[in-house]
């Protein structure tokens, strides 16, 4: 399946064709670190040709188009002019107004019509949002991502170097780190869990780890499983139930069984809804 750098859409006459050499990356500027399988990319665009324009400006007094979305495709044109270098690419660019770099970022979020950026490329754009002012509010919404995202991509941002190599490294994912960095509120102990959650990872063969792999790393176990290996053992050996427990232990023998609808299990743990109208 074609990817978003490669798919064919229908033509369009709102883009001019440039060399490379007309267009110019902003250094420092994009926020991209993972550009994905780039060869396959370049693979494509030296059969056909680069499909969705990029996009530019020139910027007053200035001679060549710098770049606001095609960073990626760029990229691999860049791979395949320095791979036949008879042969002159040419370039679909979108030319459209000076923004600012505020703008510009918002659009990086919003409108990136190739690769997606991971959650460490985002929290990076939204860090120079901060710092240009403004608010979570303003980031949710301009971006339409929720306040919870945003707070975790500020948690993300700030972390230390040592997790962030974790999810570069693909041992373990941007969201399960935000979710610990959310939970634990404290840096050193969140790189402690992740690091010792990667470890029994490792130790079980696996390279990534997963949430099960982060609880079973600090003793917990999975609670439902546990309580039916109790029942089990219990009833094995004969042993003799609290009677200040016997309530408890029915009804959870009744959940182990089944015997709860959704709509019952509701009605026995919760108030009944009032009705306002």
């Not at 339409?144 to 994912?173: A, E, R």
């Not at 546990?226 to 427990?245: H, P, S």
């Not at 016997?246 to 959704?262: A, C, H, P, V």
Request: hydrophobic share 35%.
């Amino acid at each position: 399946m074609a990817n978003n750098d490669t798919k064919k859409r229908t033509p369009r006459k709102d883009y001019h064709l440039f060399t490379i050499d007309d267009i110019e990356v902003e250094e420092g500027f994009n926020p991209r670190h993972d550009y994905g399988n780039i060869n396959e990319l370049a693979k494509d665009i030296a059969q056909n040709g680069i499909l969705v324009p990029l996009r530019g400006f020139k910027k007053k007094g200035g001679d060549k188009y710098i770049l606001t979305d095609g960073h990626r495709r760029l990229m691999a044109a860049q791979i395949v002019q320095k791979k036949y270098p008879d042969i002159e690419l040419r370039i679909p660019l979108i030319a459209h107004k000076p923004i600012t770099e505020e703008q510009r970022l918002f659009n990086v979020l919003s409108f990136n019509s190739g690769l997606h950026l991971n959650p460490l490329e985002e929290s990076e754009i939204i860090s120079r949002l901060v710092n240009f002012g403004l608010s979570d509010k303003d980031i949710v919404k301009r971006t339409g991502m929720t306040g919870t995202y945003v707070s975790n991509l500020k948690l993300l941002y700030n972390s230390p170097q040592k997790l962030k190599n974790h999810i570069l490294s693909n041992n373990v994912s941007a969201t399960l780190a935000m979710e610990v960095l959310r939970e634990t509120k404290d840096y050193e102990k969140a790189v402690q869990l992740i690091e010792e959650g990667v470890s029994f990872a490792k130790s079980k063969g696996k390279a990534k780890m997963v949430k099960k792999d982060l609880n079973q790393s600090q003793g917990k176990v999975n609670s439902y499983s546990a309580l039916g290996k109790c029942f089990k053992v219990g009833i094995k050996n004969d042993r003799v139930i609290r009677q200040d427990k016997q309530e408890l232990y029915e009804f959870s023998e009744r959940i182990l069984n089944g015997d709860f609808t959704k709509e019952q299990l509701e009605e026995y743990f919760y108030e009944p809804k009032i009705d306002d109208k």
